[in-house]
């Protein structure tokens, strides 16, 4: 039998039967709830990445040398999962622009980042260098994310191969922005964190120490000591204890600047999975059970069938068929219900939701919950068949 | 050759509380070219032996020879083929699709005829309604056709495949007179033409068209008049 005619037979009682249209509702419903809730947990596992993962502030681990000869450097070097180590002393810096901003400064290595527009540090001859974020913010740093928040963001590509001002103290330096960066990916924490060589935080924490030395001149009480503190930055928050205790075992104090915890968002994404096999498993003993009943009730089609001689592997295959349409059909319906409310969302609520939390329809999701369905859709059919394997093309039994 | 020769046939049913022969016993030969009528009383096994003279049910003991093969060594594939390609039925209540257009329900047995993979069987379909006077209906859903327009539609599907052999149960039960004599004239064209056409019915009109008529009483046969 052709291809085509397996299509035509299978289409044919599709939207007839009252059955198939409850199956598609029943479907249509779950592949929804499905899409939302593993969407939802999509975001909320973004929302932890971004939180903390991209937040430089939770993936540093402060060292302690012990003493100015100790070559804590060359120790660590065999630890995996560090992405560099810094001197206290050339890691971060606040200063000022001309235009009144306060930046962070960090030192970073010319190739930790990777950028979004413009160049990055290894591209570029010149040294007074600035990577700058995607978004920056011009004003206080925000104690709530609120309309007017909103409208003090500025997109940071505007800056790009600008010129600042840098102010320290006496410290006065041209700095020309020459990159932007993804900020969800590498934050600070904070707003208008810009990131530079490493040389050039040296170079004003000498400038800042002189002026600090001479201030000192005529105190007693002034006290200036080299720092001690080197800056050890993990790869992957996920590994911070691990590394952290490996230092701690080669005999290093150690502290962090931050502590997360994310049991709690943990928990939920848990409930969620809970949820949503608890909707599969209902879905698919309502399928069943009213698979079940179609077959019993559906004599008289397979009558006609069988008395045309169509053999009974064909009547389950066009029943398979029929159950894949259907899926695919209630698969369709939900794509696009979850495409309106995602729009209708993402444009009532977008930018504080953008801000908060990437809000994401995951492609990945949609695939697992269409498989998840046309799974059970299709073992409901198939227990149903064997559950009534004597009635399917049986003729004697059917009522004349 | 035989159309179908049956030899000792019997068919019972096992109720709780007792045993049902339906069938006891009957021997017989039905040729081609002839219209058989077969009547009886309500409950006499009229329809269970046409059942298993279509290979729709089987019997309990005796054997079945169809254009001279035993059918007994047939698979259930077997059986479907010959059912498919050989035999036509017509029910009373029409065994339409509900679901599908009168065109697509001629369609039917011809779709899964390997014979037929190389011609354009809509067309066929179509062709063969026009024959039973419906071009008109082709488009039409059962429900939307009177009872003796959906009879029409089932003879038109179940002469699709050109079978030799056509099984009719109480084809004109449901019929008015008009439609009756429609159904019966085809029928006796039909026998006319070479094939094997065989009747079952309550109805005495049908005697009319008919070469033979067999009584059945309690699963048996009783013949009454050979050829005309
Ligand atoms: N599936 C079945 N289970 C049990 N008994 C059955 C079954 N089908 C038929 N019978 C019994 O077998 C006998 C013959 O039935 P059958 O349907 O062949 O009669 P019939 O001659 O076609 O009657 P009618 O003219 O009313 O259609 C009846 O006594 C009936 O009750
Ligand atoms: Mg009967």
């Known amino acids: 039998m052709k291809f085509k005619y397996y299509i035509f037979l299978a289409s044919k009682n599709l939207f007839h039967k009252k059955i198939n249209i409850l199956n598609i509702l029943l479907l249509v419903i779950v592949i929804t709830m499905l899409i939302i809730v593993s969407s939802f947990s999509k975001t909320l596992k973004n929302l932890i990445n971004n939180q903390v993962n991209g937040n430089l502030k939770h993936k540093i681990i402060l060292v302690n040398r012990l003493g100015s000869e100790d070559k804590l450097a060359l120790n660590l070097e065999n630890i995996e999962g560090i992405s560099y180590i810094a001197n206290y002393n050339t890691y971060s810096q606040y200063v000022s622009t001309n235009n009144g901003e306060i930046l962070s400064l960090i030192g970073v290595p010319d190739d930790y980042l990777t950028i979004l527009n413009g160049k990055n540090f290894d591209e570029t001859d010149e040294n007074k260098v600035l990577i700058c974020p995607a978004n920056f913010y011009l004003g206080d740093n925000p104690e709530e994310f609120n309309e007017e928040f909103l409208t003090k963001i500025h997109n940071g590509v505007n800056y790009l191969d600008k010129f600042f001002t840098i102010t320290s103290n006496l410290y006065k330096e041209k700095y020309k922005v020459i990159g932007i960066y993804d900020e969800n990916k590498y934050s600070y924490g904070e707003y208008n964190v810009c990131y530079t060589r490493q040389d050039n935080i040296l170079e004003i924490y000498n400038s800042n120490r002189k002026y600090i030395e001479e201030l000192c001149e005529d105190d007693t009480n002034c006290n200036i000591q080299e720092p001690l503190q080197m800056i050890v930055v993990v790869n992957n928050y996920d590994n911070i204890s691990d590394i952290e205790k490996q230092i701690q075992n080669m005999g290093y104090q150690t502290t962090r600047i931050s502590d997360v915890n994310t049991t709690g968002i943990d928990f939920i994404i848990l409930i969620l999975i809970v949820i949503s096999v608890f909707i599969l498993i209902t879905t698919f003993i309502i399928l069943l059970i009213s698979n079940n009943k179609f077959i019993q009730y559906n004599k008289k089609n397979n009558l006609i069938y069988k008395q045309l001689g169509y053999d009974k592997n064909i009547l389950i295959k066009i029943n398979y068929l029929e159950s894949i349409i259907i899926t695919f059909v209630s698969f369709i319906i939900s794509i696009i219900i979850c495409l309106v409310l995602y729009i209708t969302v993402s444009n009532n609520y977008g930018a504080q939701i953008k801000l908060q939390m990437p809000l994401c329809i995951s492609y990945l999701a949609i695939i697992i919950s269409f498989l998840l369905t046309l799974g059970i859709s299709l073992l409901s059919w198939y227990l149903a068949i064997k559950n009534n394997n004597s009635i399917i093309g049986e003729f004697c039994d059917a009522e004349i | ?228």
Do not use: W
């Open chain 2, 1 to 228: 050759m035989e159309a179908i020769k049956i030899i000792n046939i019997s068919k019972k049913y096992q109720l709780k509380s007792e045993n049902v022969i339906a069938v006891n016993g009957v021997s017989y030969s039905f040729l081609y070219g002839k219209l058989y009528a077969i009547m009886g009383h309500s409950g006499s096994g009229k329809s269970t032996l046409i059942h298993c003279l279509g290979l729709l049910d089987k019997v309990d003991s005796g054997k079945i020879y169809i254009n001279d093969k035993d059918i007994s060594d047939f698979s259930e594939k077997q059986k479907n083929i010959m059912r498919n390609e050989k035999i036509g039925f017509v029910f009373q209540n029409y065994y339409l699709n509900n679901n599908m257009r009168a065109f697509e329900n001629v369609m039917l047995p011809m779709i899964i005829n390997k014979k037929y993979q190389h011609i354009d069987i809509k067309t066929k379909a179509k062709k063969l309604l026009k024959e039973m006077g419906l071009e008109d209906r082709v488009n039409h859903y059962p429900k939307e056709l009177s009872g003796g327009e959906q009879q029409r539609v089932a003879i038109a599907r179940a002469l699709a495949n050109n079978p030799n052999i056509i099984l009719a149960d109480e084809p004109t039960g449901n019929l008015d007179i008009e439609n009756e004599i429609y159904v019966l004239e085809k029928l006796r064209n039909l026998a006319d033409t070479g094939k094997c056409v065989i009747i079952v019915s309550h109805n005495m009109l049908v005697k009319k068209y008919a070469d033979i008529v067999i009584n059945m009483k309690n699963g048996k046969f009783v013949v009454k008049n050979h050829e005309i």
